[in-house]
């Protein structure tokens, strides 16, 4: 039984996923959408919602916690530039669009955006 298994394992190890998930939210963040397989928005968009939730009120202890999530000094400048205007947002700063399925392998695909 699956019962209170929390995340997705995306078929990686830990490490792996880790690594996948940072360098989606920087791209996430730097870009300001991101298109990818349906799963990895899923699985990564509750992970940028707490960055931006951390970036809305910028002390040094969210500039430090955000810098360990994601590894870029230069994403965390970003994030603290743009997630001020959520400041008045009770949650849901980001939208995942459903785009259809990839040619190759028919994976569905997904835009995952900011609001």
């Known amino acids: 039984m699956r019962h209170r298994k929390s995340g997705k394992k995306m078929g990686r190890p830990t490490a792996q996923r880790k690594a996948l998930y940072r360098s989606l939210m920087i ?6 959408g991101i298109t990818t397989t349906d799963a990895k928005a899923r699985a990564v968009q509750p992970e940028v919602e707490k960055l931006i939730t951390l970036g809305r009120f910028d002390t040094p202890h969210n500039r430090r916690m955000a810098l360990s999530k994601l590894h870029s000094k230069n994403a965390m400048n970003l994030l603290f530039q743009v997630a001020p205007a959520y400041a008045e947002r009770p949650g849901g700063y980001t939208r995942i669009v459903k785009m259809g ?5 028919a994976a569905e695909m997904a835009r995952i955006e900011l609001v």
């Open 101 to 105: 399925f990839r040619k190759g392998d």
């Open 27 to 32: 791209a996430l963040i730097e870009h300001r």
